[in-house]
C-alpha cells in the first residue's frame, strides 16, 4: 500500500526535495559557504519564493490525500535536502535549473490523468 502511494506520488515528492534542497543550498551560499553563479545570485529571491509556493503547495495536496505525507514533509524530506544540498554543494543550482521544470511538468501531467 505504502509503496503503491510512493509510485503515484513520486513526482510531488523528488519536487519537494528538489525545493527544500535549493532553499538550504541558497541559505549557506549567502553565507560564503557555497559557490553560487551569477544568474541563480541575481534571481535568488524569485527561485526562493517559487519554491515555497511549490512546497507549501505540495504539502497541503499531498496531505489531502494523505495525512502521513504531512508527517513525511516535515520531518523526512527536509533531511534529505539538506544531505543533498551539502552533497551537491554548487551543482546544487544545477541539477534544480534543470530538473525543476521536468518534474513540475510531469506532476501536473499525473495530476491531470
Known amino acids: 500500500m505504502i509503496s503503491q502511494l510512493f509510485i503515484?506520488?513520486?513526482?510531488?515528492?523528488?519536487?519537494?526535495?528538489?525545493?527544500?534542497?535549493?532553499?538550504?543550498?541558497?541559505?549557506?551560499?549567502?553565507?560564503?559557504?557555497?559557490?553560487?553563479g551569477r544568474f541563480i545570485h541575481k534571481y535568488k529571491a524569485m527561485f526562493e519564493v517559487i519554491n515555497w509556493l511549490i512546497l507549501v503547495g505540495l504539502v497541503i495536496y499531498l496531505s489531502c490525500?494523505?495525512?502521513?505525507?504531512?508527517?513525511?514533509?516535515?520531518?523526512?524530506?527536509?533531511?534529505?535536502g539538506a544531505l543533498l544540498a551539502s552533497l551537491f554543494k554548487g551543482f546544487t543550482q544545477v541539477v534544480y535549473l534543470f530538473t525543476m521544470p521536468v518534474f513540475l511538468i510531469i506532476f501536473i501531467i499525473r495530476i491531470m490523468s
Open 65 to 80: 490525500l494523505f495525512s502521513w505525507y504531512l508527517l513525511i514533509s516535515l520531518f523526512v524530506l527536509p533531511i534529505v
Open 8 to 36: 503515484q506520488h513520486w513526482a510531488g515528492i523528488i519536487l519537494i526535495v528538489l525545493a527544500i534542497s535549493f532553499n538550504m543550498y541558497a541559505m549557506e551560499a549567502e553565507k560564503g559557504i557555497y559557490p553560487m
